[in-house]
T-cell receptor, first 114, second 113 residues
Framework: NAGVTQTPKFQVLKTGQSMTLQCAQDMNHEYMSWYRQDPGMGLRLIHYSVGAGITDQGEVPNGYNVSRLKKQNFLLGLESAAPSQTSVYFC?????????????FGQGTRLTVV | GNSVTQMEGPVTLSEEAFLTINCTYTATGYPSLFWYVQYPGEGLQLLLKATKADDKGSNKGFEATYRKETTSFHLEKGSVQVSDSAVYFCALIPNTNAGKSTFGDGTTLTVKP
């Protein structure tokens, strides 16, 4: 019963490096989202997707790109990492009609940019 | 835009005390409202939800009522336990764009024996 799986769980990057955070869900959900969690600031939506090939910006999209080629996978890319992107990143998925459904979250990826 | 404002923490209570965590929101239309809980080192888990005015969500002794007139969704529990120690998040999903949920800043609850 995997649910939402994020990889990696921890990552340290040097400023300017690039990386991709991976998210996979096995619940056949249409909606997938990426959030960042910073102390005292709750969760902020970075990008979201309403289906394969369809993505849109959230509250804090700058510095990030996303890709959803397959329904079950949602990738978050950092092209040139900055210390301000040090955070805990969460992926979530929900079924069609998110307003009537709950979001299932992954365990998070703790990213440190030095 | 939409926003969610939660009672500032941290909150520290003794076991069996009454808990209230306030949550108010700003949104157009009729959003769905949620409370999530996050235990240390884990992702968020749904605690309860309400999808229309006057609905009451409940789970594990926690309750919250969707009050449209006061735009509130306060979380309550009559008798907290040490195991309830966690961070609690209030959230809304607008009915106009189900992909764009908004979360509050979270309230840290510590329950002492």
């Amino acid at each position: 019963n995997a649910g939402v799986t994020q990889t990696p769980k921890f990552q340290v990057l040097k400023t300017g490096q690039s990386m991709t955070l991976q998210c996979a869900q096995d619940m056949n959900h249409e909606y997938m989202s990426w959030y960042r969690q910073d102390p005292g600031m709750g969760l902020r939506l970075i990008h979201y997707s309403v289906g394969a090939g369809i993505t849109d910006q959230g509250e804090v999209p700058n510095g990030y790109n996303v890709s959803r080629l397959k329904k079950q996978n949602f990738l978050l890319g950092l092209e040139s990492a900055a210390p301000s992107q040090t955070s805990v990143y969460f992926c979530a998925s929900s079924s069609l009609g998110g307003a009537r459904s709950e979001a299932f979250f992954g365990q998070g990826t703790r990213l440190t940019v030095v | 835009g939409n926003s969610v404002t939660q009672m500032e923490g941290p909150v520290t209570l003794s076991e069996e005390a009454f808990l209230t965590i306030n949550c108010t929101y700003t949104a157009t239309g009729y959003p769905s409202l949620f409370w999530y809980v996050q235990y240390p080192g884990e992702g968020l888990q749904l605690l309860l939800k309400a999808t229309k005015a006057d609905d009451k969500g409940s789970n594990k002794g926690f309750e919250a009522t969707y009050r449209k007139e006061t735009t509130s969704f306060h979380l309550e529990k009559g008798s907290v336990q040490v195991s309830d120690s966690a961070v609690y998040f209030c959230a809304l999903i607008p009915n106009t764009n189900a992909g764009k949920s908004t979360f509050g800043d979270g309230t840290t609850l510590t329950v002492k024996p």
